[in-house]
């Protein structure tokens, strides 16, 4: 009767180290191969022997992570960007980890940054001369043809919305007085970063703020917008 009692208890002891290892579950620390310091915010990811997830966990700020136990064969993936991805297959007696991760530098995409073509403040539109020209123009007066709202006729005036344009300004100076249609024509558009379209503009101080009707300007002579090439 005792021989089968420490029969028993002897079956039993043997048990029990394999029952404790199947519930310490899977637990370890995540380093940086170089520096050896613990890495935060790694994902790991518990996969089966066919590739499905079973489960997932991230490392907290001293490194460390846990995962429930699992079948040997299973396997650990440890990602992290900036990180070659590291892969571990589960075997006993091999928790808690130490598991390190080798730099690999992220290659990001080419970023390409257009400004818009046109740009509004106020009451001034600022047209990207570049944004509108194309290899077969020559010059300035090519490229305003394609601008919205601007017309320009043939002997070079320019109109904004069906009225011509009041001051024709170049780097902030009406040299032309009137005659920009002379020089227009002769300005090559590479030389021209911004076309800026002044509206409701007064040249006239005391009378600036105030309004006044398309047909008194059309009467008047004096029209609503200025042409800035900058």
Do not use: W
């Not at 022997?49 to 995962?67: C, V």
């Not at 690999?104 to 995409?109: C, G």
């Not at 011509?164 to 002379?182: A, S, V």
């Not at 800026?196 to 503009?201: F, G």
């Amino acid at each position: 009767m005792i021989r089968y009692v420490v029969t028993i208890l002897l079956c039993i002891s043997s048990l029990m180290p394999t029952y404790g290892q199947l519930n310490t579950g899977i637990t370890g620390i995540v380093m940086d191969s170089t520096e050896k310091t613990p890495l935060a915010g790694v994902i790991i990811q518990l996969l089966d022997m066919s590739g499905k997830g079973l489960k997932y966990t991230i490392s907290g700020n001293d490194g460390r992570f846990s995962l429930p136990r699992s079948t040997n064969g299973n396997r650990l993936v440890f990602r992290s960007m900036g990180y070659k991805h590291h892969t571990i297959t589960i075997a006993d007696n091999k928790s808690p980890l130490s598991v390190l991760l080798v730099n690999e530098p992220v290659q990001l995409r080419d970023v390409v940054v257009t400004a818009p073509a046109i740009l509004e403040k106020s009451d001034t539109l600022i047209f990207r001369v570049q944004q509108y020209a194309d290899a077969q123009d020559r010059t300035i007066t090519d490229v305003l043809k394609k601008m919205p709202g601007i017309e320009v006729a043939e002997n070079g005036e320019i109109k904004y919305n069906g009225l011509p344009i009041n001051k024709f300004y170049i780097e902030g100076n009406d040299l032309l007085e009137g005659r920009y249609g002379l020089v227009s024509n002769n300005i090559s558009y590479r030389d021209v970063q911004n076309v800026e379209l002044m509206e409701n503009h007064q040249p006239v101080r005391a009378l600036q703020g105030i309004e006044y009707s398309e047909q008194h300007r059309l009467e008047s002579g004096f029209t609503k917008s200025d042409l800035y090439v900058r």
